[in-house]
């Protein structure tokens, strides 16, 4: 399958592609998959991977090229494998990895991903996430072991519960939001915790955002905004679009 106009866009900004190789792959939650992979010679050709690295992966639905984005989870350069993670719901992406089988290959381009944490580092963390972005929660809070972290996560399922977070908990305090009014809970409850939080110099903070687009949209405004949290501290991407 080609990559149609996408890929060829892809291709103009330098996109290197790869292909992966399903070796197995477990269901962590009824709501959440993770499959495991040979990275096809990406961490190699990179030189490794860096805090919450993403790769387009490329499904096909209904004869067209579709390619969405996700977090390497537990990259291992010298093996050359990581693995996916997978929030599941409708759609191609979900169907691929709810019956993905070791052998089984899937095309990837590496275009896009970036981050480096500011300098000096930050004193203390503060997260905005749901599933999807879980993976890369995950990658953040390890990438600053022994930091002061307040994560608020989106759920929408009863079975988010027993997801797989990585915390900490001497350093970590997590906050479970119920999804309601398509997004909305979530971003009422985060302004009326984060500015006490932040206090009134967020100078030596660092403000993480990755949810659904208008309400990453809507967060990233406010803290840098309202709450004059430098640029360079407020990291926002929006993973979905609410239908």
């Known amino acids: 399958m080609g990559h149609g106009w996408e890929g060829v866009v892809l291709k103009l900004m330098r996109g290197r592609d790869f292909t992966f190789t399903v070796t197995g792959a477990e269901q962590v939650t009824e709501d959440f998959h993770r499959v495991h992979m040979k990275d096809g010679g990406l961490l ?33 350069p010298a093996a050359g494998t990581f693995s996916l993670e997978f929030a599941l719901h409708d759609g191609v992406a979900s169907d691929w990895a709810r019956t993905a089988a070791p052998g089984d290959t899937i095309d990837a381009t590496l275009q896009g991903t970036a981050f480096s944490l500011p300098d000096p580092g930050p004193a203390r963390l503060f997260v905005i996430g749901d599933a999807a972005s879980l993976p890369a ?11 002061p972290a307040t994560i608020w996560f ?67 405004t406010f803290a840098r905004k309202d709450l004059a949290v430098p640029k360079d501290r407020v990291n926002a991407l929006g993973y979905w679009r609410a239908s």
């Open 44 to 76: 190699a050709a990179t030189g490794g991977a860096h805090p919450t690295m993403w790769v387009r992966i490329w499904f096909e639905d209904a004869g067209k090229p579709h390619q969405r984005a996700y977090t390497l989870v537990d990259p291992d």
């Open 137 to 147: 929660v995950n990658s953040l809070l390890a990438a600053v072991p022994g930091t």
């Open 154 to 220: 989106e759920t929408a399922h009863a079975s988010d519960e027993k997801l797989p977070f990585r915390l900490d908990p001497a350093h970590h305090t997590l906050h479970r939001v119920p999804r309601r009014d398509a997004g909305a809970h979530l971003v009422a409850e985060v302004k009326e915790a984060l500015p006490g939080l932040l206090g009134e110099d967020p100078s030596d903070a660092y403000v993480w955002i990755a949810c659904d687009t208008a309400t990453t949209r809507a967060l990233s």
